[in-house]
């Protein structure tokens, strides 16, 4: 009622007989009782509120701790990466290097003699293309880390334009042919009529040189062929081989930097392992990718 809330008790009274004799009725305020409750509930408040808080730090603190275990994960990978690449600098400048001074020595001594034969000029023709070919080398190195350099600093400039896909790929086909011949390889060009794109032609044609060239180097006898086909929203350029192949192991790390397939028939192959991080990050910056289907000794479909 308006002064509050009761409850309303009835209590029967007995006398000493255990008879009834009457009923007491009276009224017991629940201030006391509501009091209580509202203040357990406070107290609810309060300890959720405090529990809440508690949960919140430890929550901290484990993301904390999990950033300082990410960044040691990464510093680890960072540590192995730059073991690679010292691995991986020193043998591919080292190579060439040894070369260049074995035959600048070869060169001062022929030099020397007063008279020259023929075979003797042949000979050193011989040595200046190998000095040019261990010089192409060292450059194709450097150039790699630069433009690694470059594009992870986001330096690297895109000049989108509308280009021929199929241009680039028989113009990036005819600058391989003399490769193919020398390895006894067949070329073969599916390329159809294709719509045309927007990319940057300089670096759609870096990509297809990449692929052209890895498809013959990791080729030892066979067919590559380049193929060609569009869709709704993509024209896609396929270089397929019949060579070595790669095991799913291997595919999942292919685009890594500095990654190299490490086997016997590989020793022999020179590289860099950027290669193919550049173009597939290339061919994202210009809102493309590249995938690749491969088979271990049946050979691989890279398709940009």
């Given at each position: 009622?308006?002064?509050?809330r009761?409850?309303?008790i009835?209590k029967?009274?007995?006398?000493?007989?255990?008879?009834k004799?009457?009923?007491?009725?009276?009224q017991?305020?629940?201030?006391?009782?509501?009091?209580?409750?509202?203040?357990?509930?406070?107290?609810?408040?309060?300890?959720t509120?405090?529990?809440?808080?508690?949960?919140?730090l430890l929550?901290?603190?484990?993301i904390?701790?999990?950033?300082y275990a990410?960044?040691?994960?990464k510093?680890?990978?960072i540590d192995?990466?730059k073991?690679?690449?010292?691995s991986?600098?020193?043998?591919?400048?080292?190579?060439?290097?040894?070369?260049?001074?074995?035959?600048?020595?070869?060169?001062?001594?022929?030099?020397?003699?007063?008279?020259?034969?023929?075979?003797?000029?042949?000979?050193?023709?011989?040595?200046?293309?190998q000095?040019?070919?261990?010089?192409?080398r060292?450059?194709?190195?450097v150039?790699?880390l630069?433009e690694?350099?470059?594009?992870?600093?986001?330096r690297?400039?895109?000049?989108v334009?509308?280009?021929s896909?199929?241009?680039?790929?028989?113009?990036?086909?005819e600058?391989?042919?003399?490769?193919v011949?020398?390895?006894?390889?067949?070329?073969k060009?599916s390329?159809?009529?294709?719509?045309?794109?927007?990319?940057?032609?300089?670096?759609?044609?870096?990509?297809?040189?990449?692929?052209?060239?890895?498809?013959?180097?990791?080729t030892?006898?066979g067919?590559?062929?380049?193929?060609?086909?569009?869709?709704?929203?993509?024209?896609?350029?396929?270089?397929?081989?019949?060579g070595?192949?790669?095991?799913?192991?291997?595919?999942a790390?292919?685009?890594?930097?500095?990654?190299?397939i490490?086997?016997?028939?590989?020793?022999?192959?020179?590289?860099?392992?950027?290669g193919?991080?550049?173009?597939r990050e290339l061919?994202r910056?210009?809102?493309?990718d590249?995938?690749?289907e491969?088979?271990?000794?049946?050979?691989?479909h890279f398709?940009?």
């Amino acid at each position: 009622d308006d002064n509050g809330r009761f409850w309303n008790i009835g209590k029967s009274i007995k006398d000493k007989n255990g008879k009834k004799v009457g009923i007491l009725l009276f009224q017991m305020s629940l201030d006391a009782h509501d009091r209580f409750v509202k203040d357990a509930i406070s107290k609810v408040y309060v300890v959720t509120l405090l529990s809440l808080l508690v949960v919140l730090l430890l929550v901290a603190n484990h993301i904390r701790t999990l950033k300082y275990a990410i960044k040691a994960t990464k510093l680890e990978e960072i540590d192995h990466m730059k073991d690679d690449f010292i691995s991986m600098a020193s043998h591919e400048l080292k190579s060439p290097l040894t070369a260049m001074q074995g035959y600048v020595e070869l060169l001062e001594d022929d030099l020397s003699e007063k008279e020259m034969t023929e075979n003797k000029k042949e000979e050193i023709g011989h040595y200046v293309q190998q000095i040019g070919s261990s010089t192409k080398r060292l450059r194709e190195l450097v150039e790699d880390l630069l433009e690694v350099s470059r594009l992870q600093q986001n330096r690297i400039p895109i000049n989108v334009s509308e280009i021929s896909v199929k241009d680039i790929a028989l113009a990036a086909a005819e600058q391989h042919q003399v490769l193919v011949k020398e390895k006894g390889l067949e070329l073969k060009l599916s390329l159809p009529e294709l719509p045309i794109v927007f990319a940057d032609s300089d670096r759609v044609r870096q990509i297809a040189i990449n692929l052209i060239s890895n498809a013959i180097k990791y080729t030892p006898k066979g067919t590559i062929e380049l193929m060609g086909k569009s869709d709704d929203e993509f024209v896609y350029f396929t270089v397929a081989d019949s060579g070595l192949g790669m095991s799913a192991e291997q595919v999942a790390h292919l685009f890594e930097k500095f990654y190299r397939i490490k086997t016997d028939q590989t020793s022999r192959i020179s590289g860099t392992g950027l290669g193919l991080w550049i173009s597939r990050e290339l061919a994202r910056k210009m809102g493309g990718d590249i995938n690749v289907e491969s088979i271990e000794g049946v050979g691989s479909h890279f398709t940009l």
